[in-house]
């Protein structure tokens, strides 16, 4: 069964920096397209990332440009956020998700976000 | 980004009703959505992607429907394990958005 392990999470002052790790395993993890979502406390759910099985194509949102880097390492089957700068408004559960196309027609695939983590909480406060 | 205007944020019902979500978005999104589940403290769940696609595992009172700006979960037979919170979420483009949630709660 695959299973998705974020690590990481903790009380950072704003400014500080911040990895957070998903450990894959039960799949081919380097056949995916991977995701990070967020949550802030009693908040909805937020896309943040996600990066292309052999890492060549990442995509953020404008919020995190320039402060987070999202990066894989298929040999390890892990997958990574740098968070730097971070803001209070960073506070959230952070979730890895596994990325798949469940369905292709003749001209589009269709993603999904079928596996998910259990999350790690990154709190940013002074 | 597009917006993913989602209706109504939260509904009370009992167990057998059928109650319907609905997902508007800001711009024709093809069929390009997919409808997730969240229990407290839980990661959210995988319901329906494609927009009528159903994933596997997933019971068949839950269904979607809709393609380009408007869509519709519903839940035929809503059992106990349904109460939860229900997101969509767009896979048009890119920044992939979200609805901001409906919470289905005991009447």
């Known amino acids: 069964e695959v299973q998705l392990v974020e690590s990481g999470g903790t009380l950072v002052q704003p400014g500080a920096s911040l990895r957070l790790s998903c450990a894959a395993s039960g799949s081919t993890f380097s056949d995916y397209w991977m995701t990070w979502l967020r949550q802030a406390p009693g908040k909805g759910l937020e896309w943040v990332a996600n990066i292309k099985e052999d890492g060549s194509h990442i995509n953020y949102v404008d919020s995190v440009k320039g402060r987070f880097t999202i990066f894989r390492d298929n040999a390890r089957k892990s997958l990574y956020l740098d968070m730097n700068s971070l803001r209070d408004e960073d506070t959230a559960v952070y979730y890895c998700?596994?990325?798949?196309?469940?369905?292709?027609?003749?001209?589009?695939?269709?993603?999904?976000?079928?596996?998910w983590g259990r999350g790690t909480l990154v709190t940013v406060s002074s | 980004a597009i917006q993913m205007t989602q209706s109504p944020s939260s509904l009370s019902a009992s167990v057998g009703d059928r109650v319907s979500i609905t997902c508007r978005a800001s711009?024709?999104?093809?069929?390009?959505l997919g409808w997730y589940q969240q229990k407290p403290g839980q990661a959210p769940k995988l319901l329906i992607y494609a927009a009528t696609y159903l994933q596997s595992g997933v019971p068949s009172r839950f269904r979607g429907s809709g393609s380009g700006t408007y869509f519709t979960l519903t839940i035929s037979g809503l059992q106990p394990e349904d109460f939860a919170t229900y997101y969509c979420?767009?896979?048009?483009?890119?920044?992939?958005?979200f609805g901001r949630g409906t919470k289905v709660e005991v009447k």
């Open positions: 979420l767009q896979d048009f483009n890119y920044p992939r958005t």
């Open positions: 711009q024709a999104i093809r069929n390009e």
């Open positions: 998700a596994r990325d798949t196309s469940p369905y292709c027609n003749s001209t589009t695939c269709y993603d999904a976000l079928d596996i």
